[in-house]
Structure formats: C-alpha cells, structure tokens
C-alpha cells in the first residue's frame, strides 16, 4: 500500500463566527470524514503555522473571502482551496464591496491564479466560479456536501418540550437560515397573505433579531406590509450545538421552505428530509441539485411559494407518509464519506498537475 497523502488543512473557519456558520460545519464534517481514511494524512493548521518545506503534500483552504484576504498562500506548496459559493458577485448591487474591498477582490484573484485546484459545494457553483473568477473549468470539482447525521426526527415528546420552550405554534411553517439578500426572507413573509390564517411561520437562525442593517430593515418592513406580525416568530436562540433541539424544530413543522434566489449549496433542505418533513424550495442556484425529486419546487415570489406550500399542507395523511419517506430515503444518498472520498479524489488530480 503506497504512503498516504500528507494534508494541511487551514481550521481558521472552526474559530471566530464562521464555526456557527454553514462553512464551520463544512470544515469540521469533512475532518471528521477524512480523518477515518486510510489514503490520507490529515494535520489541522492555523495561518500563524510555520510550515517546513516537503512537511506536506497538499494544504487545503476550505474557505475563501472574495472581499478579504483569505488565501495565504505558501512559496513551492501546492494548495487546495474550496470556494463554496460566489453569491456577492451574483448579485452586486445588494452587496456592494465598496473600494477597499473592490480592490481586495483584485488581489483574491490574483492568488486564486496560484492555487493548483478548487472545490466547490455543487454544478451550480462551479459555473459561478468560471464565470466570475476565470477560473478554469477543468481544474474544479464539484463535491455536493452532506446534513448533519445526528439531525434526525424526534419523539412527539421532545417536539412537543421544544415548542412549549419557545412558544411555538401549533401549526408552522419553518426556516433555517440566515438573512442575507440571497435568502429571501420577505417574499417567504409576504406568502403568508395568500396561506390560511392558522398557518404561521418561524424562523430560525441567529440573526432573527432587530438590528440596524438593510436585510433586517426589509423583513420589519414586509411583516408590517403584510400585516403578520401575528404569524411570525423569529428564533435567534437555537445554539447550533442543541441538534436534539433543532432536530425538534424540523420535526414539528409542517414543511420546510427554502426561499432562496441563489444557494451555494442548501443544507437545511436535508436536514429537514432527516427529520422527515416535506421541503418547498425555489428552482434556483444548487437546490434542486440538494432537493432532486424529493423537494416541492416554487418561483421565488411570494405567490408562487403559496401556492407550493398550500399543495403540501394539502396532501392526504398517506400521501403525505408516502412523500415524506422517499424524502428521507433521498437525503441518505448525501454523507461525508463521500464528500471526504471525493475531496480525496481531488486531492491526488491536484497533485498530478506538473
């Protein structure tokens, strides 16, 4: 059996902000799945880290900032970088780098010219990468990531500890997720008007509270639009180290919707298949590469996600068993030891390259 390859992977992401963040649990779910191998040697650096030279194979970046400097680059080392997504780049006027990060963008080019191979989270993206990097085609792997295994469904006991905790509805419709433009939390809001009364929505992630950014401003402003406020509850408080909790969460809604106008990726779309709940999701960036068959599909407006959301709240109690099971047996086809064997793959096409 030849020498497993010796990798450096770059754990910045598992400090600081980003560890509660979908690139945390890239980063940590891939070295869980790595470590187990056979054909690899992984080490954990940091960017402070003095690395010798021939002490690695391969360094893997598993994050990039297109508006900072991300990318640190060692002189003679053969670097692997993964680029989850380039969704500012999608849409610039809602995320404006101003000059200081214009200029940034410049330089991240520049050093992404340098790096031997890249990663990336879905088909989807890796058309993003070409098209907004020049990056080229034939030196990225798409590698589609995989939920949280111990997300799983619930025992009606502990859903039902969870809702009285934080003072669910009975009836909901639920969120997982962050604020950002791309996410398109007030045409989720807005569909609301065109769903019965009793139909309510939560949402959930760490940025559901009053803040004096434009993304909060627009959720305030579609709620009183909407006139709903009766019907929204957002819920900043769900640590992501509480998977029982948020498995509850999943398993107590109604349905999942993912709204989204792009995605890198989409992971809450299977972990609501764990935890056996029908998903709604929009046709657009990686989600129906996540959502394949198992998934509702809507535009990303306000009516058209009604209409999908309605269409599942409609479904008769054996339909409903019947979706939900083919939705869970679609969410096991994702697992990161086929992440980790495909980034392994990549790992030696990288260092093929002369």
């Known amino acids: ?48 880290r003095k690395i010798e030279k021939g002490e690695f194979d391969l360094i893997h970046y598993p994050f990039f900032d297109l508006f900072f400097h991300s990318l640190h680059q ?16 999608e849409f610039p006027e809602q995320y404006p780098p101003g000059v200081k990060g214009s200029l940034r963008l410049i330089q991240q080019k520049r050093a992404l010219k340098k790096v031997s191979w890249v990663l990336t989270d879905s088909d989807y993206s890796k058309a ?14 798409p590698v589609l990531l995989a939920a949280n ?14 809702k009285e905790k934080f003072n669910f509805p009975e009836k909901y419709i639920l969120y997982v997720g962050d604020i950002n433009y791309n996410k398109n939390v007030p045409q989720l809001i807005k569909s609301l008007k065109f769903l019965p009364d009793d139909v309510n929505l939560v949402c959930v992630g760490k940025n559901f509270s009053s803040q004096p950014i434009p993304e909060w401003k627009a959720i305030e402003r579609q709620v009183a639009l909407s006139n709903v406020s009766e019907r929204v509850l957002f819920c900043p408080d769900v640590e992501p180290e509480a998977i029982e909790e948020l498995s509850a969460i999943y398993s107590g809604a109604k349905l999942y919707v993912q709204p989204s106008l792009s995605e890198g990726f989409g992971l809450p779309i299977l972990e609501a298949l764990q935890c056996r709940t ?24 306000a009516e058209s996600l009604a209409g999908a959301i309605k269409q599942v709240l409609d479904w008769s109690r054996t339909e409903r ?4 099971e083919k939705g869970f047996q679609w969410s096991q086809k994702f697992s990161w ?15 093929e390259l002369s």
């Open 74 to 89: 060692r002189r003679g080392q053969k670097t692997i970088i993964t680029i989850h997504d380039v969704i500012p780049l």
């Open 337 to 351: 030891d086929k992440t980790a064997e495909q980034t392994t793959a990549a790992y030696k096409q990288a260092l």
């Open 128 to 141: 993003q990468i070409v098209k907004h990097l020049s990056f080229p085609a034939e030196r990225i792997t």
């Open 149 to 162: 295994p111990d997300i799983v469904r619930q025992s009606r006991e502990q859903i039902a500890n969870t």
């Open 1 to 48: 059996m030849s020498e497993p390859l010796k990798i450096a992977i770059d754990t910045s992401p598992l400090l600081g902000g980003h560890a509660r963040r979908g690139i945390g649990t890239y980063t940590r779910e891939l070295l869980k799945a790595l470590i187990d191998r056979d054909d690899v040697s992984i080490t954990r650096i940091t960017r402070r």
């Open 278 to 301: 029908p998903v709604v999701s929009t046709t657009r960036g990686s989600l129906p590469e996540v959502g394949g068959p198992a998934a509702i599909y809507a535009e990303p407006d």
């Open 321 to 324: 068993a019947e979706r939900v």
